[in-house]
């Protein structure tokens, strides 16, 4: 049974606690992420983060078929923080931006604010992207925009997920976030199946190539997003050209 949700930008078909989650929700331990000092100017600037974490083979999508990632997130405090993925080849061809309390695009290296967000908080997230229409919605704590085209129109692998930071301009001061729950997972008409799943729960590091993470209990970033007591709300079905007639 469905419960029909209307949000500012769209209407969501929401589910009970069964199904695939919109977004993870922070539990027990979480990554606390953090930029270094650079090594040329130590305790003066600090340089990015970066985690690269490859998914031990390329999975190709066909029309009908969608990449859902989901993920609990205290996006860092400056900068532009990306959560998203690389294609064969390396190209990132997924991408979620979060900078200046809003999710953004980047087009010509300026921000386009698409949905805000309260800065400091967990965030309840998921992005699903459709290789049908090749659009993607983003959703934040259950509310969402409206589908956006892909960053690039013949996107169509996925080799790697990463979360990244930049921007933090020149003599920058250090930066702190927090990331819970990540799972990134293809649905075709028939089947579901995890590509990746992260909960930090055993406290092992994952490969960072800049920064450092370590973990501790979630709730030392703040409470759970109001969206998660219930537990996930799994979005059942998505009519994705009754969607597009919504906004355009």
Known sequence: MCKFLWTSTMLLCLAGSTGVAVA?????????????????????????????????????FE??????MSFAVVP????????????????TGYAMVFAEGAVCEVEGGELIPLLEYQPGAWLNVQAVFDFSSREVIYTVDEIATGPQPFNFPDTRTLSSVRVNLGNLGVGSN???????????????????????????DAGDPPNLFQGRMSFAP??????????????????????????KSLYR
Not at 63 to 68: F, R, S, V, W
Not at 76 to 91: L, P
Not at 176 to 195: H, N, Q
Request: charged content about 20%; aromatic content about 10%; hydrophobic content about 35%.
């Open 218 to 243: 979630f709730q030392e970033a703040g409470a759970s997003p109001g969206t998660c007591p219930q537990g996930p709300t799994a979005v059942t079905s998505i009519d994705w050209q009754g969607l």
């Open 63 to 68: 029309a009908g078929d969608q990449l859902e």
């Open 174 to 200: 250090s930066a702190l976030g927090w990331l819970d729950d990540v799972r990134v997972l293809k649905r075709t008409p028939e089947s579901r199946t995890v590509l990746f799943e992260a909960s930090f």
């Open 76 to 91: 860092f405090d400056h900068g532009w923080m990306t959560v998203g993925g690389d294609e064969e080849g390396g190209r």
């Open 24 to 60: 993870g929700c922070p539990s027990g331990l979480a990554a606390k992420l953090m930029t270094t000092p650079l090594e040329t100017a130590p305790g003066l600037e600090y340089g990015t983060f970066e985690w690269y974490t490859y998914l031990g083979g390329t999975t190709t």
